[in-house]
């Protein structure tokens, strides 16, 4: 999918440039950043909803469907089709979404628009015309496909392989005539992979050895003798410096169909015997089955490639640039982003793959420079766009309008002062890298699936700084357990006894409302179980259940009792009654058995609160709709409130003061909020609705020209 930009009604690529000389090459160089972003975020779009009529295409079986100009007759009238006949394709329409049994059993073909370096040395891999295209229009003949003959043929043998008539491919399933219909697609065209059961990658690098067959079975199996390294090195260069790896639509493509993506290697007719009777450790063909093709899992290639090229860049000093060239072409983000000093007991990987992807988007080619914006969006589960055709227009930078797009979808960047690593002589990539939190603490495996959503709630980009809604609390009691050792004659869980203490005055007084709220949740959550086993194998939206992140935070808090690490007890804050101590309802985890000893023997020291929001998917995952949770540890600034003002708010409806609270209240007016870290807890707001709070902007972003 592309379109190409006027070179005079275009974004500015300036991805390469220091952000302050972007700031400073405006028109109105005293703004600063943030004067610039709040002006491209008036540009803001949601995305519609384009994929429920999805268009493919299937080969026709009834010889008369072709066109007739290019028929035989014979003389007892029936017609024969010459050997120069032509294919025909025809359209059906699928519903991927309301019908998920049928309508995603299609072949979604990721592929370069391009010839590659190898179809431009063949003629045969250059030639059009074999295959015609049935036309939208009743009554019209069918036209040559603009898709070159090498791709269907390639693309309807694996069709037929696996049995699967419906093909869809962009650049015909996409009227490219009508430009309204073509910018929709753009900005949905992830759906179409992440939906499809058989997205398949064409590459163009030929294996035609024995050795090189050889050489992939064995980064597949990882036992790569070291005598082959060199030459394993040299297959993966010329396997991912195929065009297909440079592109970026075809990098959103492969990203979006996740594991189910399958790269399509051809290999020459005289090694058909050996691949097919290599075998896994269950007998199954490693290298599937479709003649003159290698079929390898993308994810699966990623992985083997980056584990590779991680171990011998090590070995191979020498050898990093080429590594490092592999590793940023077709390296695995959950292998890239792990980090060493992250503690023991947590996940390895504590940053956002936001900036990573960003970076990996702007470095491959592309027509229209504006399309990444939608790349980006697509690939990061952005629900909210900003209009490419507007900002064309205008020429806006497209460095910060990546840098508006991820502020109005909910990434959390670093705002306390004493964290500011980026600067204004860093590009938009460098900086985000920097500037983006890098403590995030995910309590599960997977996580970067979890850190992707943690995000802000439907954030509004003011002159001061990010506005979004949310829970105060306020960091009260402190408690350092034993490490609760394990006794087979309790049948209480760690959660239960944690409760029972609460209530029963183990740790001081008495807190019943979060022991009750404990035990309540033990009860919810058991019965929540006991319905997803129950049904998880027949409902497609168990899933997306609600309920996850909390129970998440339930085995963060059970492993911390196990652990004896730090737990810290917390109370709802009223910003409207600033003096109201709520009893304790949420119990948040340190990371070490000493957080917080400063706060703890000294009186003085700076108070900590903590910042929760959460918010379900409203669509299942799938979609591009992700769940929303942010749980930060934070310092606060109170807005100087006169006395009458508090009161008045007292005497009003609590729903009506959430609905008008920003209709009321200026920035100025809200408290303002420091991200100190991430903080994983368990909490219950009860009543209590989101309020409006606001994390003011990093100095470098309000920094003017001088």
């Not at 690939?379 to 460095?399: E, H, I, M, Q, W």
């Not at 590009?427 to 995910?442: A, G, V």
């Not at 304790?584 to 058995?593: C, H, K, L």
Request: proline residues 5%; aromatic residues 8%.
């Amino acid at each position: 999918m592309s379109k190409k930009d006027d070179d005079h009604n275009a974004v500015a690529q300036d991805t390469a440039e220091p952000l302050g000389q972007i700031r400073d090459s405006n028109k109105a160089s005293e703004k600063s950043i943030v004067s610039a972003v709040l002006d491209i975020q008036r540009h803001a779009i949601t995305r519609s909803n384009w994929i429920k009529s999805l268009e493919c295409l299937y080969l026709a079986t009834d010889r008369d469907d072709e066109p007739t100009s290019k028929r035989q007759r014979l003389a007892n009238g029936e017609s024969v089709a010459s050997f120069y006949t032509p294919e025909l394709l025809r359209r059906t329409y699928l519903d991927p979404v309301s019908d998920p049994e049928r309508g995603r059993e299609y072949v979604a073909v990721s592929y370069t628009w391009e010839f590659s370096k190898k179809e431009e040395e063949q003629d045969s891999c250059r030639s059009f015309g074999g295959y015609y295209i049935e036309s939208r229009k009743t009554g019209e003949l069918a036209q040559p496909s603009n898709v070159r003959d090498v791709v269907w043929e390639r693309v309807l043998r694996y069709a037929r392989h696996v049995k699967c008539d419906a093909i869809w491919v962009d650049r015909e399933c996409v009227d490219q005539d009508n430009a309204k219909e073509k910018e929709t697609a753009i900005q949905n065209m992830h759906l179409v992979y992440s939906l499809s059961r058989r997205p398949i990658a064409l590459l163009t690098h030929v294996i035609q050895t024995a050795e090189e067959l050889d050489l992939i079975v064995s980064l597949l199996f990882g036992d790569l003798r070291e005598e082959m390294e060199s030459a394993a090195l040299d297959l993966l260069d010329k396997i991912t410096s195929d065009l297909w790896w440079q592109r970026a639509w075809t990098f959103q493509e492969d990203y979006r169909a996740s594991t189910r993506m399958t790269l399509l290697i051809p290999h020459t007719s005289n090694l058909e015997h050996r691949k097919q009777t290599t075998r896994d450790v269950s007998n199954r063909p490693l290298l599937g089955t479709l003649p003159g093709e290698i079929c390898i899992k993308s994810t699966d290639f990623r992985t083997y490639a980056t584990q590779f090229c991680l171990r011998y860049k090590q070995k191979q000093p020498e050898k990093e640039g080429i590594c490092n060239r592999i590793l940023k072409t077709a390296g695995r983000y959950n292998l890239l982003l792990q980090d060493s000093h992250v503690p023991a007991a947590y996940s390895s990987i504590s940053r956002s793959m936001t900036p990573t992807i960003l970076a990996d988007i702007s470095q491959r080619g592309i027509f229209a420079e504006s399309d990444r914006l939608a790349i980006a969006a697509n690939c990061c589960g952005f629900t909210v766009r900003l209009d490419t055709s507007a900002l064309n227009k205008r020429g806006s930078s497209l460095s910060l309008s990546m840098l508006t797009l991820c502020l109005l979808n909910g990434e959390i960047i670093e705002n306390h002062p004493q964290r500011n690593r980026g600067t204004l002589k860093d590009s938009i990539f460098t900086y985000l890298m920097k500037q983006s939190l890098h403590s995030f603490r995910p309590p599960v495996d997977e996580a970067l699936t979890f850190i992707k959503s943690c995000r802000f709630v439907d954030p509004v980009l003011t002159e001061a700084g990010i506005r979004t809604r949310g829970i105060l609390w306020r960091l009260g009691k402190i408690i350092r357990p034993r490490p609760l050792k394990r006794d087979k004659y309790c049948t209480l869980s760690p959660l239960e006894t944690l409760a029972t203490d609460l209530e029963y005055r183990r740790y001081g007084n008495s807190y019943t409302e979060l022991a009750t709220n404990l035990l309540a949740w033990i009860e919810e959550s058991s019965i929540m179980n006991r319905k997803h086993h129950r049904y998880a194998s027949r409902s497609p939206l168990m899933h997306a259940r609600p309920w996850g992140y909390r129970t998440w935070m339930t085995y963060e808090v059970e492993d911390a009792l196990r652990e004896g690490k730090c737990l810290r007890l917390a109370a709802v804050v009223d910003p409207g009654n600033l003096g109201d101590y709520t009893p304790y309802s949420a119990i948040f985890v340190g990371e070490r058995v000493d957080d917080w000893d400063e706060e703890e023997v000294n009186e003085n020291a700076k108070k900590s609160y903590v910042f929760t929001a959460v918010r379900p998917a409203k669509e299942l995952t799938r979609f591009g709709e992700i769940p929303k949770h942010v749980s930060l540890e934070v310092e606060m600034e109170w807005p100087e409130r006169k006395h009458e003002q508090k009161h008045d708010e007292q005497d009003q409806n609590p729903s009506q003061v959430e609905g008008d609270e920003e209709k009321r209240n200026p920035e100025s007016d809200l408290p303002k909020l420091y991200i100190k870290r991430w903080l994983n807890g368990l909490s219950f707001r009860g009543s209590h609705s989101h309020q409006p709070f606001l994390f003011p902007w990093p100095a470098e972003l309000l920094a003017t020209s001088t």
